[in-house]
């Protein structure tokens, strides 16, 4: 672990700072200029783009330059970053002016009045603690979690991306999988095997849920900051009060939380885009789109749902709109596209997960999933697919019944000026709308037998699910 810290501080730390730099405004002559007023937002975005940038950029080398060296691969994201942060060495004095305007901002705060900001830190402290012991202490055994390290794994030991699609077994170890899911998770378990050095454990490949899961209660935290210091606590609380999110960051290690980040980014990204239109935020949102591209095939539906949402939200002229949708979408399959053009090419459709064991008529698999996950009916099919997030209490806890009650309550009271609410609803409209065809009209049970996937949903509903609480505490407790 001591020999990897440098390693840890670059992915999380100084390749976010070098992304910040590239997207910082530009400065005057002098140089002396005010630090921008969305220097929060852009460092949250940044914090959360890095370490994805950094495995992209990993994936892509084992891709173009097959068979080189462990060094090669680790030294190479360094210096592009290094050489990134050097072209843009005279904005740091002004990162460093709004840094220390913020902690000055921290230190002066009431801790009475304004109680979220030691709150949330608390908490979020409090989860990487708890969350990591677990992490560190349980072995790795969740399905999909075991096969996105195994792929990295062979890609590591083999030094070629390029074998991915799978059309045979791995001569070394046996494994096989049809999936055609992106390597987005897996290479982020790539980057961490080369710098940890070895591929036998995990190992810090533990850290990358849990770092996901703490990025969306940052993104949280920045846009509840605009209502009240409750409206923040609330919202991370109830991030927390989701059973099957933690259980996923904290034991089986899987890929949703990551996947979660992408959707909330893209949102992120998107308001900012209509708050602030400019060519930074545009980019941000572009790779935002393609962070969830990599991350996992569900990520195809953010560029639906970002389209969507972006043009029935944005106030500019039809034609901007347009061109920023073409130039963000472009942006987002240039990073994360390629993998859906390779499993169309090679396996007939852009995504795909079927085992062809599954397609033995006497082992009857469908039957077994619609018995075991209770959908033997069409009844069945809507309460415990369909709506599983409110009748699962289980898995999803009290969150989308609060995160639904607060759309419900901001449209009684005609409150929807919010447009990170709006943005967020109308990705939760979209979402059971593609649901309600695929399970209803199509006739697949691919979503709705998965708990997981309605993982990433769950970010979206605490948004809605704070404000609900927020105002129910102002309104209740603050005496207002």
Request: aromatic share 14%.
């Amino acid at each position: 672990m001591k020999e990897a810290l440098p390693w840890l501080l670059f992915t999380y730390l100084g390749a976010p700072l070098a992304l910040l730099a590239l997207c910082w405004p530009k400065l005057g002559a002098r140089g002396k200029d005010e630090p921008p007023e969305e220097a929060l937002e852009l460092a949250v975005v940044c914090l959360a783009l890095g370490p994805i940038a950094v495995a992209t950029l990993t994936l892509f080398l084992f891709t173009a330059a097959p068979g080189s060296s462990y060094a090669f691969y680790r030294w190479t994201p360094v210096a592009c970053f290094a050489l990134l942060a050097a072209t843009r060495f005279r904005v740091f004095a002004n990162m460093h002016a709004a840094a220390r305007r913020g902690w000055e901002r921290v230190l002066a705060a009431d801790p009475g009045r304004d109680f979220a900001i030691p709150m949330i830190l608390l908490i979020i402290v409090f989860n990487l603690w708890q969350q990591f012991s677990e992490a560190s202490l349980t072995a790795l055994h969740g399905n999909d979690a075991l096969e996105y390290a195994s792929i990295a794994r062979i890609l590591y030991e083999g030094r070629d991306a390029g074998v991915y699609l799978f059309s045979a077994a791995d001569p070394g170890t046996g494994f096989y999988t049809p999936s055609t899911h992106p390597l987005g998770y897996a290479s982020m378990f790539l980057w961490n095997y080369l710098i940890q050095e070895q591929s036998t454990v995990l190992g810090l490949g533990k850290l990358v849920p849990l770092w996901a899961f703490t990025m969306c209660l940052c993104l949280l935290a920045v846009s509840l900051r605009r209502h009240s210091p409750f409206a923040v606590v609330a919202g991370a609380g109830l991030l927390f009060a989701c059973p099957l999110l933690t259980y996923l960051v904290s034991y089986e290690h899987h890929v949703d939380p990551l996947l979660a980040l992408g959707f909330l980014l893209s949102v992120f990204t998107g308001v900012m885009s209509i708050r602030r239109p400019s060519r930074r935020w545009c980019a941000l949102a572009g790779a935002s789109l393609g962070a969830c591209l990599l991350a996992h095939s569900l990520g195809l539906l953010v560029l639906p749902f970002f389209c969507a949402t972006f043009f029935l939200l944005s106030r500019e002229p039809v034609s901007t709109r347009l061109q920023r949708l073409t130039a963000v979408v472009l942006v987002g399959c240039l990073i994360g596209g390629q993998q859906y053009l390779e499993n169309t090419r090679e396996r007939g459709r852009p995504i795909g997960d079927d085992n062809p064991i599954w397609k033995v008529e006497r082992l009857e698999v469908k039957k077994w999933f619609q018995e075991d996950r209770g959908l033997t009916s069409q009844r069945n099919r809507i309460i415990n697919g369909y709506f599983q997030s409110l009748t699962k209490p289980a898995y999803f806890g009290i969150l989308p019944w609060l995160g639904g009650l607060g759309v419900v309550v901001a449209l009684w009271r005609r409150r929807f000026e919010d447009l990170f609410l709006r943005f967020v609803t109308s990705y939760l409209v979209l979402f059971y709308v593609a649901l309600f065809g695929l399970t209803f009209v199509v006739g697949s049970d691919l979503i709705i037998r998965n708990p997981r996937y309605f993982v990433f949903t769950m970010p979206l509903l605490a948004y809605p699910a704070a404000l609900l609480c927020a105002g129910a505490y102002d309104r209740w407790f603050a005496g207002r």
